[in-house]
């Protein structure tokens, strides 16, 4: 029972952080040290993450289909924007391999998770004051926003709030902002369960993750984190068109504050 319950926090904690902008890595970090909830294993975060794949591709069914009946048909601001996704996902995967080591430590550090909540706060907050456009998303813009997911593997750094403030600082309209910020994770997803799949198939302490979690286990933490995550992308989207996505750096800097001075 123990396991169906952590596994319902994870699940619930993958779905909302993953697309709010509160940064998933930081608020697990955060419930290991407040509530003593185990990490999970790489095969289990791959589950999760696959949920929230499967809650993006169901949010943005009709333009994935459109996109890649575009691909097909040779449609030039298709390819256009498969080359966006591409180039936005240069940066991160540079990132993580030239810093991983150095990264990991941060996950050992609470203080660190609140600077780097507060960080997310300022510059959330900071869309209160900066006017958006309406434009579209270009190849250098991808790349700007590419750079900005790539800070998003500290844990405290939201991906969603470093992707869509990125975009909108840079004249992309909300909504296309939203539908980039997650379409370019896609590929990074995919990529990350490959691998995690590929290298790990264990759970805590080197345990069989089906003799840690059974498979309806993982079956249910899996919908339970795309129900979810479906929920929040749609919260999101709404938030963002009418101009409240910058509230959220309020949320993000006072837990990052209260990290700071009670951790």
């Known amino acids: 029972m123990d396991n169906v319950l952590n596994m319902v926090w994870l699940a619930v904690l993958q779905g909302v ?30 589950v999760l993450h696959v949920g929230t794949m499967l809650s993006i591709l169901a949010y943005y069914r009709k333009t994935i289909v459109r996109l890649v009946a575009g691909v097909f048909k040779g449609d030039a601001a298709a390819w256009r ?25 941060f996950y050992e550090n609470a203080k660190a998770v609140g600077g780097f909540l507060l960080f997310t706060g300022f510059v ?15 190849p250098a813009r991808a790349v700007l926003i590419g750079i900005a997911q790539s800070i998003a593997i500290l844990p405290g750094v939201s991906r969603s709030g470093m992707t869509i403030a990125s975009a909108r600082m840079s004249g992309v309209s909300p909504d296309e902002a939203a539908e980039f910020s997650f379409l370019m994770c896609l590929p990074l997803l995919a990529g990350a369960a490959v691998l995690s799949l590929l290298g790990h198939t264990s759970g805590a302490e080197g345990a069989s993750v089906t003799e840690v979690f059974p498979a309806w286990v993982l079956a249910t933490g899996c919908l339970l984190s795309a129900a979810v995550g479906y929920a929040a992308l749609a919260l999101l989207v709404r938030l963002l068109r009418g101009g409240r996505f910058w509230m959220f750096g309020l949320y993000c800097a006072a837990v990052g504050l209260v990290i700071l001075l009670r951790m």
């Open 124 to 138: 959330l907050m900071a869309l209160r004051w900066i006017p958006g456009g309406k434009g579209n998303v270009t």
């Open 17 to 46: 952080t993953e697309f709010l902008p509160v940064s998933s890595s930081g608020h697990l970090v955060l419930l290991q040290k407040l509530l003593g909830v185990e990490a999970p294993g790489e095969t289990v975060e791959v």
């Open 81 to 105: 924007m498969v080359l966006c996704i591409g180039l936005s996902a240069v940066p991160a995967v540079f990132f993580y391999f030239l810093c991983k080591d150095r990264i990991d430590a």
